[in-house]
Every structure is written in C-alpha cells, then in structure tokens.
C-alpha cells in the first residue's frame, strides 16, 4: 500500500484546512486509517483514526471537536478536515494504515506510512 498526502499548508489562527490521503491497492477497505503529527522537536502523536468500515472513530483529545476524519472506499482515501486550528496544530501530518482493520490510538501499530504534509498555523 502506498500513501500521499495533500492538503497542507499555511493558514491563519481559526482557519481550516482539510488534508486527503489517496491509497494505492485494492484491499484499501480492509486497512484501518489515521492520521497522526510531528511537531519539531516532540514525537509523533496520533490525531484520529477510523476501522474498517467507518463505524469506529476515534480522535485525540486535543482535536476532538475541531477535526474530522473521512474514509471514502471507493476513491481510495482517507480526510482530515480541520476547523479551528491553533497554533499548536503545527506539524507535518501523516496519513498511516493498519492491517486488519481494527483501529489504534498509539502511533506504533500502523504497517504504512504516507511522507507527510507540513501544516503551519500562524497566530
């Protein structure tokens, strides 16, 4: 499975954005998807992630409200749409995939990894 992500850029305090992560392959629907951050100098955090069929999502606490996560299985892709966002929203977005289709909230269980989008929030 290969994954890009698209979307990023910069945008003012209180700004939205939406990223999209397009996945090549055809067992797309099997994989569980999340998207999950790296600000400079901290490690990755996980964000949000939706299972199989979409019918569990979760989010991080620190998003939970502002962000939401789409899968659509016949494109191919996975969202993130992004309201409110504050500076600390700062970081290179990664879109990741699991086997299997059950979703996790660390950031160490994903077997794919897109090469990131860097989003910038400015105050």
């Known amino acids: 499975v290969q994954l890009v992500e698209s979307g990023g850029g910069l945008v003012q305090a209180g700004g939205s954005l939406r990223l999209s992560c397009v996945a090549s392959?055809?067992?797309?629907?099997?994989?569980?998807m999340g998207w999950l951050r790296q600000a400079p100098g901290k490690e990755r955090e996980f964000v949000a992630a939706v299972n199989w069929s979409g019918g569990r999502i979760y989010y991080a606490d620190s998003v939970k409200g502002r962000f939401t996560i789409f899968r659509d299985d016949a494109k191919n892709t996975v969202d993130l749409q992004m309201n409110s966002l504050k500076p600390e929203d700062t970081a290179v977005y990664y879109c990741?995939?699991?086997?299997?289709?059950?979703?996790?909230?660390?950031?160490?269980?994903?077997?794919?990894w897109g090469q990131g989008t860097q989003v910038t929030v400015s105050s």
């Open positions: 392959g055809r067992t797309f629907s099997t994989f569980a």
């Open positions: 990741a995939a699991r086997s299997g289709g059950m979703v996790v909230v660390t950031t160490t269980q994903y077997d794919y």
